[in-house]
């Protein structure tokens, strides 16, 4: 019944409005329901407005904008939503079980401490916050106050980088050689960050749900076009104990959109185009093979195969939709979210190590993968 919400017919709308409401007054009575409040309704809160309206059991309370002009749009495609200027009034609502942070980077922090210390459930917007440090200080509030804590990574939600994760689980890549992507487009620029902690975290993340192994050194570079502004341009390499590589190309300076990743297994290859509406994933029984029987040096050891490439079926879910329905459950059970804040921390390590080496023109930056390895044994348990 709550999926009404999402109807555009005006004619309804009354109707629908007194529904929800009602239902939503009855279920939170009966905690049947787990409330929201939304921070921020810029162009990414609205797509976390809807899915959490859409879903059976989250009830969105309330949202909070600085600017009435976003308000006024919520209002007007949400009538029975709440909304207020100051996020302070969703703190202390007792009908807001857990906050959805949609802000920019820098008010991340002190917007999910806020929440956390008022005893609320937190959803942040990628990246979790603008230093590690911070990210710490979150886990911790979190921890001792057992709450969820959850990053909003969203890729990791989407159908396609599941099923992959589900083809490297089923050992049908064999070992990854490497992970190669670019993400690109004509903006949108950002004030408060550069190009790699507004792209590249969707990579880092993908690449830390996939690959059984942290990063031990990150070397990087980028390019700023805009006088005053971050780079816009940049180029990550991340190297791994194996013999796996990762690379990362992300720019808000191209003149045409790509979204195109390349996992590259011993045994299959998959290449991965986020704006293929249909065949996003394709994997290639494709390869080298190394003959041993050369007698010399000079003689070609390398052969290639090229066997089928097939598209496997990958449900067409929206991503934020699976991810709010995870935030809610972690909420209700307190289950270690996938996305929790210390996989957020080891995604904002890579970042700081990245820009760092930035500012020394790609001079490699070691990372420390025992330590990340303790903090995911402790998340665990
Ligand atoms: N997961 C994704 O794929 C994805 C995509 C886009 C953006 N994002 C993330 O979403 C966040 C917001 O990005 P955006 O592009 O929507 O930014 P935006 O600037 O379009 O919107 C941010 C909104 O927050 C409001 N705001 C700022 N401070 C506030 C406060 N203290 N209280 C209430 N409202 C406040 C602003 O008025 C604005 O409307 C960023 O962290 C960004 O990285 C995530």
């Given at each position: 019944m709550y999926r009404l919400v999402g109807i555009e017919n005006d004619f309804w709308r009354p109707i629908l409005f007194s529904t929800q409401k009602i239902s939503t007054f009855f279920a939170n009575m009966v905690h049947e329901m787990i409330g929201i409040g939304i921070v921020g309704y810029g162009y990414w809160g609205p797509n976390l407005v809807r899915n959490f309206a859409s879903s059976e059991s989250a009830s969105v309370i309330g949202v909070s904008d600085l600017d009435a002009a976003k308000l006024s749009t919520c209002m007007r495609r949400h009538p029975e939503i709440s909304t207020t200027s100051d996020f302070r009034e969703l703190l202390s609502n007792p009908r807001v079980d857990a906050i959805a942070i949609a802000t920019p980077v820098h008010t991340h922090f002190e917007l999910a401490q806020a929440a956390l210390k008022a005893g609320k459930h937190v959803l942040v917007e990628k990246p979790l916050a603008q230093t590690s440090d911070q990210v710490r200080r979150l886990v911790d509030e979190a921890d001792r106050r057992g709450l969820t804590l959850m990053v909003d990574h969203t890729f990791l939600y989407t159908p396609a980088v599941q099923k992959i994760r589900e083809l490297m689980l089923q050992d049908q890549l064999g070992e990854v050689y490497y992970y190669d992507s670019i993400r690109s487009s004509l903006g949108l620029f950002q004030s408060d960050v550069n190009v790699i902690w507004d792209l590249a975290v969707h990579d880092l993340s993908i690449i830390q749900y996939l690959l059984d192994e942290d990063p031990i050194a990150v070397s990087a570079t980028g390019s700023c076009?805009?006088?005053?502004?971050?780079?816009n341009m940049a180029h990550i390499t991340m190297f791994f104990e194996s013999k796996c590589v990762a690379h990362v190309s992300v720019n808000w300076l191209s003149p045409i959109k790509v979204r195109q990743t390349f996992v590259g297994g011993s045994k299959k290859m998959v290449v991965y185009d986020d704006l293929e509406p249909t065949e996003k994933i394709k994997v290639y029984d494709k390869g080298i093979t190394l003959n041993a029987q050369a007698e010399n040096a000079h003689q070609m050891r390398i052969g290639y195969r090229a066997g089928d490439m097939w598209a496997p079926h990958i449900s067409t879910k929206e991503a934020l939709q699976t991810e709010v329905e995870h935030f809610v459950e972690c909420v209700t059970t307190g289950a270690t979210p996938v996305s929790d804040g210390l996989s957020g921390l080891r995604v904002i390590e890579v970042l700081e190590a990245a820009s760092r080496s930035i500012a020394e023109q790609g001079k490699p930056v070691k990372l420390d993968p025992r330590r990340r390895v303790a903090d995911r044994v402790k998340a665990i348990a």
């Open positions: 076009h805009v006088a005053g502004s971050p780079e």
